[in-house]
């Protein structure tokens, strides 16, 4: 029932984005996948059924996708991506994406915010 559950949620993001009615590029398919993938990883992570709370569309202002680890080196580049803000067993994750599909989990105090003017989806 899990992968079912974690699936629909996939298609269920997919969805939001088609009715949001942006005009958004055909490699924005890749949303369906970054949500599956975040949300098997959020319920291997908590123990527990995932249920996404929020996609935001953004602009990450470098390659780190908001999510900098010390000791790398990233693009210094405007990279458009997603920020997923999934909960599991009351626990909440965060993730963020590029519209190629590249994610990463962002644990808590590492986060950082997108840069300004984004849209919500």
Known sequence: MRVV???L??????HAVAMSGANLPSSDTNLDAVVHAASA???RRAG????????DSVTWR?????????????????VPGWRIRIDAGGQ??????NRRGTW?????GIAEDPAPGD???
């Open 48 to 55: 527990a059924q995932a249920a996404v709370r929020t996609i």
């Open 119 to 121: 849209a919500r989806i």
């Open 92 to 97: 909440f994750h965060q993730y963020h994406a």
């Open 41 to 43: 990883d959020a319920e």
């Open 9 to 14: 949620l996939a298609l269920g993001a997919a």
């Open 62 to 78: 470098d390659g780190s996708l908001g999510c900098p680890q010390p000791g790398r080196l990233y693009t210094q580049a405007l």
């Open 104 to 108: 990463v989990w962002c644990p808590p």
């Open 5 to 7: 559950c974690t699936h």
